[in-house]
Nanobody, 131 residues
């Protein structure tokens, strides 16, 4: 089981930026699925972005994140990041880090796995965007 600890959340005004981090307890630098999902009050959990690590690293973004958010992974630190720019009030949610592996697949597959609540999840971190 992978232990995941998120950090970097908080409050920001619309148009601002935040960078979330997720530290993993295992080596995630090769053939791992990692990703960010979010859940706002009264809404279902929504996929933000996933990354498949290793030599064939690739990424996949949900519609809400395209063009504004960037997912990345530091293999040396076993840490996942989410750079969020041009934040909107509708980005307000609890953000969760997820991880599973090793797999021999790609980021879209990781996305579908996490949509089915597979893998290990962090406790979540709050992001609040005010107008």
């Amino acid at each position: 089981q992978v232990q995941l600890v998120e950090s970097g959340g908080g409050s920001v005004q619309a148009g601002g930026s935040l960078r979330l981090s997720c530290a993993a307890s295992v080596i995630t630098g090769s053939s791992f699925c990692m990703g960010w999902f979010r859940q706002a009050p009264g809404r279902e959990r929504e996929g933000v972005a996933t990354i498949y690590t290793g030599n064939n690293a690739n990424t996949y973004y949900g519609d809400s994140a395209k063009g504004r958010f960037t997912i990345s992974h530091d293999g040396a630190e076993n840490t996942l990041y989410l750079q969020m720019n041009n934040l909107k009030t509708e980005d307000t949610a609890m953000y969760y880090c997820a991880a599973e592996g090793p797999f021999a697949d790609d980021a879209p597959y990781c996305y579908t796995r996490f949509q089915r609540h597979k893998g290990d999840w962090g406790q979540g971190i709050q992001v609040t965007v005010s107008a």
